[in-house]
């Protein structure tokens, strides 16, 4: 994909090619196809000095993507932890998807910074996944233990109707069931589709038991759409 040559000169590296294009008056907010920005660029490959030269000559910080990736959010799920101060430092504003993208990369101290810094630990990315489902999902156990301690609603569902308790089970990860279990949340058999209508039960049919111990050795087929929003 071409890329503008600023983008091109940050993703790279290049610290002596990004200072010259400035110096020849490009333009700092530029975006490619995808919304992505020289500095979104840097924050990504972790390129310091790069990133911190673009934000001193005046690059947006709070630009978004076409799907709403910042440069913070790149720097959190990279578990940078100095340009994440650096770019909070700087004005960042903390969105929704930042806190999301460190739970994810098991960057604890990332996310323990942002969750300091008011980071809502309860904001979801466009499937409605929290970071505590996307921990649950990938095991990350220390994430899941400080965001339930922070306050996480653990009954919340994503667009499938699952909660965290019920992605942790589906992806066998049954120390962190077990982990939502003594938080209170309820270990739920998914609801199945009807094979002639195709219809899912409703919310008030789901099956729901008191043993954790029935349900987390149980395989079924997941289909993975937990996804990121990334470019």
């Not at 600023?6 to 002596?16: F, M, S, T």
């Not at 430092?89 to 942002?114: H, M, N, P, S």
């Not at 279990?181 to 309820?186: I, L, P, S």
């Not at 195709?198 to 919310?203: A, Q, S, T, V």
């Amino acid at each position: 994909m071409n890329q503008p040559e600023l983008i091109a000169a940050a993703k790279k590296g290049d610290v002596e090619l990004v200072k010259k294009l400035i110096r020849d008056g490009a333009n700092l907010n530029e975006t490619n196809k995808n919304g992505v920005t020289a500095l979104i660029a840097a924050a990504e490959k972790d390129y310091e000095e790069i990133a911190e030269f673009l934000v001193k000559q005046g690059a947006d910080l709070n630009i978004e993507t076409k799907m709403g990736g910042t440069a913070l959010n790149r720097a959190a799920g990279t578990g940078n932890i100095k340009l994440i101060k650096y770019f909070l430092d700087q004005g960042a504003v903390i969105g929704d998807l930042a806190l999301i993208a460190a739970a994810r990369q098991d960057e604890l101290k990332a996310v323990e910074l942002l969750v300091e810094a008011g980071a809502d630990v309860d904001a979801r990315q466009r499937w409605g996944h929290t970071a505590l489902m996307l921990a649950a999902k990938e095991g990350h156990t220390e994430i899941v233990k400080y965001l339930i301690d922070k306050g996480a609603k653990i009954a919340l569902r994503d667009r499938n109707n699952d909660t965290a308790m019920m992605i942790a089970m589906e992806n066998d990860q049954n120390e962190i069931a077990n982990i939502l279990k003594r938080a209170g949340a309820k270990a739920e058999v998914k609801p199945q589709k009807d094979p002639l209508t195709g219809e899912i039960e409703h919310d008030d049919d789901i099956e729901v038991t008191e043993d954790i111990d029935e349900l987390v050795s149980e395989e079924e087929e997941v289909i993975d759409d937990i996804t990121l929003d990334e470019e």
